[in-house]
Each structure stands twice: as structure tokens, then as C-alpha cells.
């Protein structure tokens, strides 16, 4: 396909975007009003207890971002005028049948208008509520596919998934759907509606016991990371989101979808800008933590590669895979990540880290510098305990006594020092499948994506997804980093 042909693709259709506050959606509604103004309308689902407040959330968590600010420079006093002759944001929820929708009139327009549907809503949290997890990402992606089979000119349907649906799988990983029941210790088949029924079964349980918000949401975030390890995935956001590509696959009925499965999503490279992002995203709670002094050590094993990948690639892979697949009665896979095409080690990731602290220290409220000292590197978790028993067990133990001893003396210290503690570990827990992942990622569904874009003179900036262009050294220490400051660090 010519190039002008991907842009002309999204001339006068309609789209339905699920998930629209979220980083990636954000990044694909500004780049789809910026390139292709004749776009004839994006719906966008939010969360909101009617369109007007929808609307609101939409102007306030959007639009008003910086990442518009190339359009709002172009269009000036014209920009909202502009967007909104383009945008409708409706109210609804994922997790409802029929998208939440009340509006019997608007949801037979949507059905009637609608050409391509993205679902990125997710909930990323590694330890989220199992009951919360279950709705978005696994059923909420069936509530999309249901929703998405009314539209009756529909292209295209697309659902952002993620590349550690693998769980810690090593060596080559395919582009490969994840069948119906199937789970990665192979030992059982899993039954989606069991799972949903035990769910249920344990909040009444807690409801009629009088547990309290906070014991709930404690307990359902532990049964979920069980539920998770028990088949064999590292934690309850790639569990539920690999549950919710199970259902994609087994209730498709020959639609056109496309599971994008991106790694881990960073700043944005070239688009608009270098460098916007929006909240502290997998790898970048590890650098906030070392900038900030309160990380003194890395796990890093010998072998580990950190697959990242910019936002605004994930984006230009995903209106790709659009075009390509767009009336195709099949469901295929798309792995974006650097892994296959660029690798970085994680161990070059870590110096990186503590090279632009040594050089940018942090500063903190009272507008001090924060110094930081080299971390001490641990390449397999027994190391790393010997180290945590005695930089913090043991003191914790002795203060403990001493406290019995001393009416609470040192009570303010063992807090403290305590909460360091959970803080190292918490970290660890969450980051530990990844920290040792060894795997690789095979994209030759994407790379195909990639032909049409070399084989065209033009203006690589606007479609480029290939991974090897990027300089990790430069894109760490003068993109990714700066950008985290600037948009999350706050």
C-alpha cells in the first residue's frame, strides 16, 4: 500500500475509541487530528455519569494536555472549535454490557457508523483488585468484541494488549493467540467463569463477614496475584489481560481483529514532540526511585534484555496494522518491541540511569540536590536477600528490641525505616519477572507493517515504527529521563 494510502484510510471514517484517558489513546486521537483532518468523527468512551461530565473529563485529562500543543499551535484560538467538530465523548463503562451506553438513539447511530473500533482501556496495575481486573481486561474486551460485531460497516477492531501475556517464558516468543483455557503450566484448564463466579462467591463472603473498603481491596488483590501464579502468569494484569484475549479469539466469528501486544511503552521518540509521557509506567517507577535517593540496588541478570518501545511507535504499529487488516475476516498478532531489532541490555539501562543522576541530580521540595551514590547490583535474588537481611532486617530487629526496652524511643526511626523496607520489596515483587526475562520477542507480523514505509520517499517522522533507528544511549539520557521530569515527576 502507498503510503498516502494510510493516512487516506481514516479520511471520513468513524472510530470508536475505549479507554480514551488512557497514555496510548491520548497519543492516537492527537495524532489522527493532526494528520488527518477529514476524519468524519471519534467517539470517545470515558468514565463519567453523563456526556456533559464526559465532556469535561474529556477537555480537562485531553485536550488540555501539552501533548496537543503542536495543534494548538497551528490552530491557535481555533483548536476547540476544530477538535470538536471531530470528537464526541460519550459517557460509559468497559465493563457494562453495551459499553455503559444508556442512549438507546446514540448507540443505533454508533452501530450505524462506526468503521473501526480501538479498545486500549486496561487497567495496568500488576496487583490490581482481582475483580476489578477481570472486568476491564477480560471481560471488558468481550463487551468490546459484542459491541463491535452491532457496528455494521466496521473495518477494523483493534485491542491493545501487551507482549507479557507470555508470562516469564524464555528463548523466542511467536505471535501466537492464546487459545481458550489454556494456561502456561499446562497442568489444568482454566475456566474463565469459574474464575468470575469465584469472584463473587468471595466478595459476598467478605460483604457478609463486615469487612472493611480497605480489607476488600487487600484480600481481592492477593486472591488475584494467586489466581495469576496458580496458572502460571507473574501477576494479575497479564493474567487477565491474556484471559481477555481467550475470549477474543474463541468469540471473534470471523471479524477483522487485530491484537496489538506492545512491551514496555516509553516517552515518545519523535511525535509530536520528544519526550511527553503521562505517569510513572513500568521501568520508570525504578528510575523515579533511584533519582529520588530511595533505590540503592539493582537486580540485574547477565541476561536480561529491557525491552522498551516509544509511545509514538506503538501508535504508528497500530494505524498500520489498521490499514493492513482492515476487512479481513481473521484475527492476527502484532508484537512492538526492540527486543527482535534492537536490544538493550538492562544492565545498560542501569548505568544509563545512574550516569544522568550523577550528572542531573534530582531536586526535591526544600530545592535541595539529591546525591547519588552507585547502586549496588545484585544478578540473582539470593544475593539480594543477604543484602536486604542485613541493610534492613537485622537493624529493623534491633530497633524493635530497643523500642520494647525504651517505651517506643525509636519508634519514628523503625517507621521509617520499615517503610523503606516494603518500599525495596514491593518493587522487587512487582519487577522480578521482568528484572530475569530472557525472552525475545518475535515481530515478523510488524516488520511486514514496516516494507511499504521503507519502500516509500517520504517523511519517515509520520510513520516510522522500526526500533532500530534509535540510539539508546541518546534517547535515555536526552528523551526518555528529561521527559519523565518534566510530564511525571512532578
Known amino acids: 500500500m502507498e503510503l498516502e494510502g494510510i493516512f487516506r484510510f481514516f479520511e471520513n471514517k468513524t472510530i470508536l475509541i475505549i479507554g480514551a484517558t488512557g497514555f496510548l489513546a491520548k497519543v492516537f486521537v492527537e495524532k489522527i487530528l493532526r494528520v488527518q483532518p477529514n476524519v468524519k468523527m471519534i467517539y470517545l468512551l470515558l468514565r463519567a455519569s453523563d456526556n456533559e461530565f464526559a465532556t469535561q473529563r474529556f477537555c480537562h485529562e485531553v485536550i488540555g494536555l501539552d501533548l496537543f500543543n503542536v495543534l494548538r499551535k497551528s490552530l491557535g484560538a481555533n483548536l476547540e472549535s476544530y477538535v470538536f467538530e471531530r470528537v464526541t465523548p460519550i459517557s460509559g463503562d468497559i465493563c457494562d454490557v453495551n459499553l455503559g451506553i444508556k442512549d438507546s438513539i446514540l448507540r443505533e447511530e454508533m452501530w450505524n457508523e462506526i468503521d473501526i473500533v480501538l479498545n486500549s482501556a486496561a487497567t495496568t496495575n500488576f496487583d490490581e483488585r482481582y475483580d476489578v481486573a477481570l472486568g476491564i481486561n477480560t471481560f471488558g474486551a468481550l463487551h468490546v468484541l459484542s459491541f463491535a460485531k452491532k457496528c455494521i460497516k466496521l473495518k477494523v ?8 501475556v ?62 495469576a501464579k496458580l496458572y502460571g502468569w507473574p501477576n494479575t494484569y497479564v493474567y487477565t489481560k491474556a484471559l481477555g484475549e481467550m475470549l477474543l479469539g474463541h468469540f471473534n466469528k470471523n471479524l477483522p481483529v487485530v491484537i496489538i501486544r506492545p512491551t514496555m511503552i516509553t516517552s515518545t521518540y519523535k511525535e509530536p514532540f520528544s519526550g511527553w509521557i503521562e505517569g510513572v509506567r513500568t521501568i520508570d517507577g525504578v528510575i523515579a526511585a533511584y533519582g529520588k535517593g530511595k533505590l540503592k540496588c539493582f537486580l540485574d541478570h547477565p541476561k536480561t534484555i529491557m525491552d522498551v518501545i516509544p509511545a509514538d511507535m506503538v501508535v504508528n504499529s497500530m494505524i498500520m496494522a489498521m490499514v493492513a487488516h482492515a476487512n479481513k475476516s481473521s484475527q492476527i498478532i502484532f508484537h512492538v ?27 526535591d521540595r526544600n530545592g535541595k540536590s539529591i546525591k547519588v551514590s552507585k547502586s549496588i547490583v545484585f544478578s540473582n535474588i539470593a544475593m539480594f536477600q543477604a543484602y536486604m537481611a542485613i541493610r534492613y532486617k537485622l537493624p529493623l530487629k534491633v530497633l524493635w528490641l530497643a523500642n520494647l526496652v525504651l517505651f517506643q524511643y525509636y519508634r519514628d526511626i523503625y517507621i521509617n525505616l520499615n517503610r523503606k523496607a516494603k518500599a525495596v520489596m514491593r518493587l522487587v515483587d512487582l519487577y522480578k519477572p521482568y528484572v530475569f526475562f530472557t525472552g525475545c520477542f518475535d515481530d515478523s507480523n510488524t516488520e511486514k507493517l514496516r516494507v511499504p514505509i521503507r519502500e ?31 510530564y511525571s515527576m512532578k
Not at 544492565?347 to 541530580?361: E, G, V
Open 166 to 227: 507470555c508470562g516469564e517464558k524464555g528463548g523466542y516468543i511467536l505471535e501466537s493467540p492464546i487459545y481458550m483455557g489454556d494456561t502456561l503450566k499446562g497442568t489444568s484448564r482454566l475456566d474463565i467463569n469459574v474464575e468470575k463466579e469465584l469472584v463473587e462467591e468471595y466478595l459476598d463472603r467478605l460483604r457478609v463477614q463486615g469487612a472493611t473498603n480497605e480489607e476488600i481491596t487487600s484480600t481481592m488483590k492477593d486472591f488475584g496475584t494467586k489466581r
Open 337 to 363: 518491541g526492540s527486543s527482535m531489532r534492537n536490544p538493550m541490555k538492562l544492565s545498560s539501562l542501569s548505568d544509563l540511569i545512574s550516569l544522568y543522576f550523577t550528572q542531573n541530580p534530582w531536586i
Open 157 to 164: 477492531l483493534l485491542h491493545v494488549s501487551t507482549a507479557y
Open 456 to 486: 516509500n520517499d517520504v517523511d519517515m517522522q509520520l510513520s516510522d515504527f522500526d526500533p532500530k533507528c534509535i540510539d539508546w544511549e541518546d534517547y535515555i539520557l536526552n528523551t526518555h529521563i528529561p521527559g519523565l521530569i518534566k
